[in-house]
């Protein structure tokens, strides 16, 4: 017959063993217990700096916990790429993901630093804002058909952007591929200096995320042909889309979103995209957006993992085929 313990020793035993399960548990049970950082790929007060420091103090309110921006720009953004790649995957390193770090920048490297589809958790959309194809005016063209009759019979068309494997080259690229004409890419230290030899009429075509421009547009210094979503932006209304244009395989969306290391936990997953997806719901928020030109996208958390996927699909082989590199 077996030696009954006395009340205080079983007492005791049940609390260690509760207490050696609790140790057990993933550290991620009381998710978040301090400060969560955000690497944002570029320098501090552009676009995704600003998207994720906007995004940053709503999440702070959300999740109770400080939001931090660490800017680490470099190789295409696979500084900051690689930075969050390498992270433990505990929900406390994420990064404002987008098109260059995640479905440029890599292709563009002689060693490819990451898979930008399996090597992170893609979390939640926030929102695209598209680039758009611009002219001088002089240039002699004011849509998009009428530039690629240009560039056909002239043999050559030069086109700026903001730098070697930004958003802007590898678009020109795209279209280089796909309208079938000889583009020839003038590489510019930033969208600033390409803005000035584009007025100048140095380069005659621009192309850039369409933010920065609508003064120009409405001055009449440089003329919109079409910007690349699938739809007309907010930002000029008036300026048609490629799809409208002709050229559905041309429809790119320079995205903002947020992604973390691979093998995220699903709950810190499922939280996060939640507390975004309600952020994106902020009349707001969208307001900051929409004056950022983004038009703000809340989907699930598999459908923007998809997205990712299907874009570095798209911009891949366009990289590797135009021998891109940084």
């Known amino acids: 017959m077996p030696t009954r313990q006395p009340t205080t020793r079983r007492r005791f035993l049940q609390t260690v063993s509760a207490g050696a399960a609790a140790a057990s548990l993933p550290a991620f049970a009381a998710w ?32 109770g916990q400080a939001v931090v921006v660490d800017n680490r720009p470099g190789a295409g953004g696979s500084v900051g790429g690689l930075a969050v790649h390498t992270a433990a995957a505990d929900g406390y390193t994420l990064m404002l993901s987008n098109s260059t770090p995640i479905s440029i920048g890599p292709f563009a ?10 090597g992170f958790t893609h979390i939640a959309l926030i929102g695209s804002a598209p680039c758009v194809v611009m002219a001088n005016p002089k240039a002699g063209f004011r849509n998009m058909a009428e530039l690629e009759a240009a560039a056909k019979q002239a043999g050559r068309l030069d086109f700026g952007s903001g730098g070697p494997a930004s958003i802007g080259h590898i678009y020109g690229e795209l279209m280089k591929a796909n309208l079938g004409i000889n583009m020839v890419h003038v590489p510019y230290r930033g969208g600033a200096p390409m803005t000035t030899d584009l007025i100048a009429g140095i380069v005659p075509v621009g192309i850039d995320v369409v933010t920065a421009f609508v003064p120009y547009f409405k001055s009449g210094q440089i003329v919109p042909l079409a910007v690349t979503s699938a739809n007309r932006s907010p930002l000029v209304p008036d300026v048609p889309s490629v799809v ?15 992604s973390g290391p691979p093998k995220l936990p699903a709950d810190v997953v499922a939280r996060l995209n939640t507390a975004t997806n309600e952020i994106l719901a902020s009349a707001d928020f969208r307001k900051r957006m929409a004056d950022l030109g983004i038009t703000t996208s809340p989907v699930s958390q598999p459908a923007f993992a998809g997205f990712v996927k299907e874009q570095v699909a798209q911009l891949a082989p366009t990289v590797k085929a135009a021998g891109v590199k940084l």
Request: aromatic share 8%.
């Open 32 to 63: 978040p217990d301090k400060p969560i950082k955000i690497i944002v790929t570029f320098p501090a007060g552009g676009a995704s700096d600003i998207v994720a420091r906007q995004l940053g103090e709503q999440l702070a309110l959300k999740l």
């Open 109 to 118: 490297l002689e060693k490819q630093p990451y898979d930008p589809v399996e």
């Open 244 to 258: 409208e244009s002709g050229h559905r395989k041309l429809v790119l969306d320079n995205f903002f979103g947020l």
